[in-house]
């Protein structure tokens, strides 16, 4: 009886394990992001101040991005592609948020297998209304804000259907009627700022 009761409680502690670390690395991702108090929304159309950023008259991608974020390194490759696609139409620029760990400007453009610009100033994100990584924005060339949202429904990046900042890219560059997009593609998903922690 007693050899029992063991073995249930054995089991009891490793589903209740299994469930945290579930919770931990993956379920917790999928909740829509915190909304900061005090938190400035920037609407689309609205001018953003990127003063840093801009050095042509091209679009500006950011890619708001944290070492540390699963949901950053998870679309590593994704964001990657889209760069050695469009880069050549689009200024792309990587902004780090990220508290804990200094990092340098050739580290990330290693991660990216690419030479672009890197910041780290958190006040890039105040300007664009972003308060999680990974996020997404697009500025238009007259430095309106076109899109700020998620790169996929999922955080691997893995549905075509659903590549939100590729299609907002797209949509730009052809000069359509901006696509509209679901609530999947617009409310932050991943890890909250200052920290970055969920």
């Not at 259907?161 to 907002?168: H, I, L």
Request: charged letters at 20%; glycine letters at 4%.
């Amino acid at each position: 009886m007693r050899r029992k009761i063991l073995v249930g409680l054995w089991i009891s502690l490793l589903f209740c394990a299994i469930s945290f670390l579930f919770w931990q690395n993956e379920i917790k991702y999928t909740l829509p992001t915190p909304i900061p108090q005090n938190f400035n929304q920037i609407a689309i159309g609205n001018k953003v101040d990127l003063k840093c950023c801009i050095t042509d008259n091209r679009p500006v991608f950011i890619h708001f991005f944290n070492p540390d974020c699963p949901c950053s390194r998870f679309n590593i490759p994704h964001v990657s592609g889209l760069i050695k696609k469009y880069g050549d139409r689009i200024n792309f620029k990587i902004v780090v948020l990220n508290k804990k760990k200094n990092f340098t400007i050739e580290e990330i453009q290693k991660k990216f297998d690419a030479k672009i610009p890197v910041y780290f100033d958190e006040s890039i994100a105040k300007n664009c209304g972003v308060f999680s990584t990974p996020q997404a924005v697009i500025v238009d060339p007259s430095h309106n804000l076109y899109y700020r949202g998620n790169y996929n429904k999922t955080r691997y990046c893995t549905n075509a259907d659903s590549n939100y900042a590729q299609m907002a890219l797209e949509s730009l560059l052809k000069q359509t009627k901006t696509p509209s997009f679901d609530a999947l593609a617009l409310r932050a998903y991943g890890c909250s700022l200052p920290k970055c922690s969920k």
